[in-house]
């Protein structure tokens, strides 16, 4: 099934600068989501780091609507007085006699409502039933039916067409919940999905084809120098290090420094996250490390929040032994320096044999007996409330990876979201992310994918599969992912079996790269960055709002949508230098490499990036892009004449 686009604007680098600014004056947006200030899913994150992109564009004319909740409000939002007259006179009427639009003002102005999700939809449906003089918005993040689909193991994308959508809502008992998602699709004036294969999936399952496509992004935080979140990895790499010594207290016959640190994480659905494939993988990726006797150890989290009630208390005294260890190891370094200073005071050398005395190694033979451990490491973290019918529990003991000593792949999952505060692992998602070396998400159901586009702008190389938003994206947008460190699974068009040997192929073949060449690709990884910040996919956002002003408004805005007059696609070209991962390199990270330093080749990381910079300039540069033009036909109250305004989107330019 081709990936036919809905509308050019999808391309990659974004939509050109508008030739005049669009008056927002008399303009007011207000975008309606259950995820405002309420942490829920990915839609939150949306939300969230768009925001301040739309609040410079609309000023005080935006406004985030969503459910009053009394521990979010009292830490995300800030109680103010609206400035606004007519706000402030309609939310006292809101308070004292239930909702009422925002519309009933003595001049109304041209009103947007972007509504996020079925949960919103019912909005939606009531302002075109009513006939209110609003622009309505309806995107859709991931389908209902959907969803429901894909966790009940159907072949869900090769039999699009033939589901009796109707039937198999009902069947689910969401048929109330599916005809609200549907009905708001319809009603839109504008519809959007927040990726192609959303799109296809919207366009059989909600009967109706979206207007634009909109990709999610993140605000991106570019550092000055290359070496600066190489640093962040080193720094929490290393706190990663020490939660996996606690861990593995007892059994640590493996080398920290030739550890690979692999996640996945989500929430918990194990067929449509990936979990299940990716376990079969690990264990085949485990044979392949041993019969190979390679000397790299896999240690794979799994962070997905599940139903547990406490720590696992083998997991705390792990943390505990490692500490008392440390703790021992400051003693007995205290007790040998203060008495090398006393020697070298009355000048003379330290007799090494008197150096250390009978209480010294008593101390350090307690803290080794400590250690000792008859069981494995624990595979869970925390005690599970359904251990013996959870998922990922059941499939560890038929793969057999129990941790074991003999196990280049080791497993823990961590059934709870990260948190700075915790006793176990102190460190929030962003200072774990950073601290891995891959992130796994192959994906059966991901609308768009959040969490291995939060790996590229961290830098981190990530796997996704051509069934994800955020893959598919990629795919269409890089001449060569692999070699940027987004390694893209076929799930789409391989059965199971194939697609599980890839994965492993992948995961084998990252196993093999030497640490500069991982660092090399971190440093492509994170130039990828600039392609999901908001600076640019936020504007099919605003095309999407003036798409809905000149439906909703004829008389004052008109549309016209041209057809793309040739391919569109844009695609960022491979790297500059050949091979796509070279082992050497001048060193951009902290650490020196281990690397031989007496080769002719070298490999320059800003020579390279520059290279990219012009070849992604001389791409662009040759494409014309007639994707649509609209006419703004704006009134002018004071002469009674219009004003036309042309607004042209052609010969996009990536700003890096």
């Given amino acids: ?63 985030l609507v969503g459910p009053y909740v009394e521990s979010n409000v009292r830490t995300q939002v800030e109680l103010i007085e609206p400035t606004n007259p007519v706000l402030k006179r309609t939310i006292d009427k809101m308070n004292s006699s239930g ?18 999700e079925w949960l919103a939809g019912l909005g939606l449906v009531l302002c075109r039933k009513r006939q209110l003089p609003v622009a309505t918005i309806f995107t859709t993040h991931a389908t209902l039916l959907g969803r429901y689909l894909c966790a009940g193991s159907v072949d869900f994308y090769n039999n699009l067409s033939k589901f009796n959508v109707d039937k198999e809502a009902g069947d689910r008992q969401i048929y109330h919940r599916y005809c609200l998602e549907r009905a708001a699709a ?87 996250k990936g979990a299940d494939i990716f376990l079969e993988a690990l264990a085949r990726l485990n044979y392949l490390l041993r019969v190979n006797h390679s000397d790299v150890t896999v240690i794979t989290f799994f962070i997905m929040p599940a139903r547990t009630n406490n720590f696992n208390v083998e997991t705390l005294k792990g943390q505990a032994v490692r500490k008392q260890l440390w703790d021992t190891a400051h003693t007995v370094k205290e007790r040998f ?48 409330l359904d251990d013996s019918s959870d998922p990922i529990l059941n499939s560890v003991r038929r793969i057999g990876l129990f941790n074991s000593s003999a196990d280049r792949v080791k497993i823990i999952f961590h059934p709870e979201f ?110 990828l960055s600039d392609l999901l910040d908001w600076r640019y996919l936020g504007r099919y956002y605003i095309a999407a709002r003036h798409m809905a002003l000149a439906k909703a408004f004829p008389d004052t805005f008109i549309y016209e949508p041209h057809e793309p007059s040739s391919a569109t ?63 703004l036909n704006n009134r002018s109250s004071a002469r009674g004449e219009k004003q036309n305004r042309v607004l042209t989107l052609e010969n996009i330019e990536l700003k890096l």
Wanted: hydrophobic share 35%; with cysteine.
């Fill in 569 to 631: 696609g844009f695609r960022y070209p491979r790297p500059a230098s050949v091979p796509p991962s070279p082992s050497l390199s001048r060193h951009s990270s902290p650490h020196h490499s281990e690397a031989e330093e007496d080769e002719d080749e070298r490999y320059d990381e800003d020579l390279e990036a520059e290279k990219d910079r012009v070849n992604i300039r001389h791409a662009i540069s040759g494409m014309l892009k007639n994707v649509a033009r609209v006419f």
């Fill in 99 to 116: 909702c009422k639009f925002a519309a009933q003002s003595e001049e109304p102005p041209h009103i947007v409502a972007h509504f996020h």
């Fill in 418 to 527: 990260l948190s700075s505060t915790s006793p176990l692992l102190p460190m929030d998602y962003e200072e774990f992310v950073r601290g891995c070396h891959l992130g796994v998400f192959p994906s059966y159901y991901e609308p768009w994918g959040y969490t291995p586009a939060e790996c590229t702008v961290m830098g981190i190389p990530s796997i996704s599969t051509n069934l994800s938003g955020f893959g598919c994206f990629m795919e269409e947008h890089i001449a060569d992912p692999s070699a940027y460190g987004i390694y893209i699974l076929d799930r789409r068009y391989k059965g199971v079996d194939e697609s599980c040997n890839q994965l492993t192929s992948f995961l084998f073949q990252f196993c093999k790269q030497s640490r500069r060449q991982r660092i090399i690709q971190r440093n492509r990884t994170e130039r």
């Fill in 186 to 272: 319809h009603c839109a004036h504008v519809f959007t999905t927040v990726s192609q294969i959303t799109a296809i999936e919207a366009e059989h399952l909600l009967k109706r084809k979206p207007d634009i496509v909109t990709p999610n992004g993140l605000n991106v935080k570019k550092f000055s120098a290359m070496h600066e979140f190489q640093n962040l990895h080193a720094q929490s790499k290393s706190r990663i290090q020490e939660f996996v010594r606690g861990h593995f207290y007892g059994h640590l016959d493996f080398n920290l420094d030739k550890c690979l640190f692999l996640f996945i994480a989500g929430r918990y659905e194990f067929s449509n």
């Fill in 1 to 63: 099934m081709p990936l036919a686009r809905s509308l050019s604007v999808t391309s990659l680098s974004g939509l050109e600068e508008w030739d005049e600014e669009f008056e927002l004056e008399d303009a007011v947006l207000f975008e309606i989501a259950w995820e405002v200030a309420n942490k829920v899913g990915g839609i939150y994150t949306v939300i969230q780091t768009k925001a301040r992109l739309t609040a410079e564009e609309w000023g005080e004319n935006y406004f």
């Fill in 337 to 384: 320096g203060k008495k090398l200073y006393e020697s070298l005071l009355v000048g003379q050398l330290p007799d090494v044999a008197k150096m250390l005395d009978k209480e010294d190694f008593t101390i350090m033979k307690r803290a080794i007996f400590a250690t000792q451990r008859q069981s494995q490491p624990p595979i869970c973290t925390h005690n599970m």
